[in-house]
């Protein structure tokens, strides 16, 4: 299946076009990131047929040049920021690898959905946009996920995204919690957790390609 055929009923229904013309509005307005072309980005570096592990984000980085449309990630011009930092601390730690690429597009192409829940913000406020009603969108991909796939791993750091937690069918995939990778919770249960290398074992386990960090 294509995201254009799993995604039909919710971007052809009232809801979407009314909040498409929103975002169009506050773009207008002032401005917003990521780049509108980038907005959807993380669907079209991840076809639906590919998705292996799905990794939840809240909303894009507010400040200047970061966002680029995949959660967690920033383009290589601008300085690491700190839970993304941490997340690369996480993976050296579980799994020796020393990554140094701010630009996470090559986990993207191997199957891992990169997404956040709201899409858009406004520059310099962070969750700007959360009362445009992304998460109707971002949900709905979520739990069509869920029930069209099997041994898919979602990962949901922090409250937030395991809030998520209901929309996934747990008896045919994966979950894995721990805190968010931010500096004020890392040293919470994020360190330690090792979720790159559980990602693969399972990955491996279902007879799926295991995914080069």
């Given at each position: ?24 509005s ?22 639906f ?11 894009p980085?507010h400040?200047?040049?970061?966002a680029?449309?995949?959660c ?30 701010k630009e ?28 445009l009603?992304?998460e ?32 996934i069918?747990e ?30 074992v ?12």
């Open positions: 299946m294509t995201w254009k055929e799993v995604l039909s009923p919710i971007k052809e229904s009232i809801y979407f076009e009314n909040l498409w013309e929103t975002v169009k506050e773009y207008a307005k002032s401005p917003c990131f990521p780049p509108p072309k980038q907005i959807f980005r993380a669907l079209e570096l991840t076809s047929d590919d998705v292996k592990v799905v990794i939840l984000g809240q909303d980085y400040n200047d040049f970061q680029n449309g995949l967690f990630s920033v383009s290589e011009s601008v300085a690491i920021p700190p839970s993304l930092k941490n997340i690369f601390i996480e993976l050296e730690n579980d799994l020796r690898i020393k990554r140094t690429k996470l597009d090559d986990w993207a192409k191997q199957g891992v959905l990169l997404l956040n829940s709201t899409l858009t913000v406004r520059a310099h406020e962070a969750n700007s946009h959360q009362k009603d992304w109707k969108f971002t949900d709905f991909i979520i739990r069509e996920i869920s029930d069209k796939k099997e041994n898919v791993v979602f990962v949901l750091w922090g409250s937030f995204a395991q809030k998520k937690a209901v929309l069918d008896s045919k995939h994966l979950i894995l919690k721990a805190v968010h990778p931010s500096p004020l919770s890392s040293y919470r249960g994020f360190f330690g957790s090792a979720p790159f290398s559980k990602i693969n399972y990955l491996k386990e279902n007879n799926k390609n295991i995914i080069s960090w």
